[in-house]
């Protein structure tokens, strides 16, 4: 196990340094803020005998934050204003990048906000266990394996995940609010696979994303939308 705040800390300076962790293979629990606000790791290796990761383990990791403005370019991901945060942030070099492999069953609040991990398998997740902003603005994230009984998508889930080609569980019926916010800048969302047992979709819910062909088609059993 990888106790509480093992290396991770907003104020702790102790391991900033660190660009590259490989944990061993017996590894079961990654716990709470473990490696948060590593902004000069780049690499990780979380091994397939991972099982849980609380909450915030990853948040900031790879990233770099400030507390004045940056412009926001939609043809560089990598570069986001109006975050629901104090502060503002901008990923660090394209290199910088890690996965979630598939034998992970839990993952708590916000795990990997803000972070650069690029691929995330969780097909072994309780879907009534996902989280709330559990991939917010992780800009680099091309895919997301959810489980197949997903019906409840979280609020925030994938807000701000640019690069994200996102494709929606089959028997999915409710979007919580933001939970596609900003998503489709890097592969526009075709929503016509938006399942029709889709009933209800939160406010934002796909707040500033872009669309194939700039068209959003609604799911015909739609029965409430949110601002």
């Not at 590894?27 to 590593?38: C, K, Q, R």
């Not at 503002?88 to 609040?109: L, T």
Request: charged share 20%; net charge negative; with cysteine.
């Amino acid at each position: 196990e990888i106790g509480d705040y093992a290396f991770g800390s907003r104020s702790s300076m102790q391991y900033s340094n660190l660009t590259e962790v490989i944990l061993p293979d017996t590894v079961e629990t990654i716990g709470e803020y473990a490696f948060s606000y590593l902004q000069n790791l780049k690499s990780v290796y979380i091994p397939s005998s991972v099982k849980r990761i609380e909450q915030y383990a990853f948040a900031f990791v790879g990233y770099t934050y400030f507390d004045t403005e940056i412009g926001y370019d939609p043809d560089d991901p990598g570069l986001v204003i109006g975050m629901p945060t104090s502060y503002n942030i901008v990923i660090n070099p394209i290199d910088a990048g890690f996965d979630v492999p598939g034998s992970v069953e839990y993952i708590g609040e916000c795990a990997f906000g803000y972070s650069a991990v690029r691929n995330a398998d969780l097909r072994n997740i309780d879907p009534n266990e996902l989280g709330i902003a559990n991939f917010i603005s992780c800009f680099y994230l091309e895919t997301c394996q959810l489980p197949e009984t997903t019906e409840v998508l979280p609020m925030a889930m994938f807000y701000g995940c640019t690069s994200l080609e996102v494709e929606f569980p089959e028997k999915l019926r409710s979007i919580g609010d933001q939970a596609y916010g900003l998503c489709g800048w890097v592969h526009p969302i075709d929503s016509t696979k938006i399942p029709e047992t889709v009933t209800e979709i939160g406010d934002a819910g796909f707040g500033v994303s872009r669309f194939v062909d700039n068209e959003f088609v609604m799911p015909e059993n739609l029965t409430s939308i949110g601002k």
